[in-house]
């Protein structure tokens, strides 16, 4: 075949088009594990946080910008728990994502990291079994704690939540989540307004940096 711009740009279109098939073709085929697996995972936290339940209720609400799910649980006719689907866009390596169990009364009855990509050894210990921000809220009402501005805070800032150790931003960003988590549990359970932090401004939802001189 003679050397023609028409001809290069026939067999390049030809390279690109059975490329984005076969890129289209990968996609298709692994969509499904992909959601399987997200799906898999979910219910995973979700029986981490909670006690036994037969079906869940989803309510999407959307505070400070960000997308939070509660799931409330129910056993038979009686709401046994809720679970809170909940981020910060605050930790030292990015937004970082919990799944925060409350009872019926608002005690916290877990805390599940699902995603975060902290410092290894130092704010990736938030997912550890028992870590000091956990146990520093786990089994207990968060409106007994120390509260600063009527929020939870890192000891540091006021607060009477341990910190992580050498790992303030991201212990921070994880108290973060959970005052995010627990708003939104109090308007599903509670019907109370949610407030965005960054504005102060209140609604009702419906249904449906350089870390360094933090010591991370």
Request: proline letters at 4%; glycine letters at 10%; a negative charge.
């Given at each position: 075949m003679k050397s023609t711009l028409l001809n290069m740009t026939a067999v390049l279109?030809?390279?690109?088009?059975?490329a984005s098939a076969g890129v289209g073709a990968v996609n298709m085929i692994t969509a499904e594990p992909i959601a399987q697996a997200e799906q898999a995972a979910k219910i995973?936290?979700?029986?981490?946080?909670?006690?036994?339940?037969?079906?869940?209720a989803v309510t999407e609400l959307t505070i400070d910008e960000m997308p939070?799910?509660?799931?409330?649980?129910?056993?038979?006719?009686?709401?046994?728990?809720?679970?809170?689907?909940?981020?910060?866009?605050q930790g030292f390596g990015g937004a970082i994502n919990l799944m925060v169990g409350f009872t019926p009364a608002g005690e916290v009855i877990n805390v599940n990291?699902?995603?975060?990509?902290?410092?290894?050894?130092?704010?990736?210990?938030?997912?550890?079994?028992?870590?000091p921000l956990l146990n520093s809220i786990k089994g207990q009402l968060l409106e007994a704690k120390k509260l600063v501005g009527g929020k939870l805070a890192v000891t540091k800032d006021g607060g009477d939540v341990d910190a992580l150790?050498?790992?303030t931003i991201s212990s921070r960003a994880y108290v973060d989540a959970i005052n995010r988590a627990w708003m939104a549990y109090k308007n599903v359970a509670a019907?109370?307004?949610v407030t965005d932090t960054a504005t102060g401004?209140?609604?009702?939802?419906?249904?449906?940096?350089q870390e360094g001189g933090q010591n991370e």
């Open positions: 279109f030809g390279i690109t088009l059975v995973e936290a979700l029986n981490g946080v909670l006690p036994l339940f037969d079906a869940t939070i799910a509660v799931y409330t649980a129910t056993q038979g006719d009686a709401v046994v728990g809720y679970a809170v689907e909940t981020m910060s866009k990291v699902l995603k975060q990509t902290e410092t290894p050894g130092l704010g990736t210990k938030m997912a550890d079994e028992g870590n150790t050498a790992a019907g109370e307004s401004a209140s609604r009702t939802n419906e249904p449906a940096a």
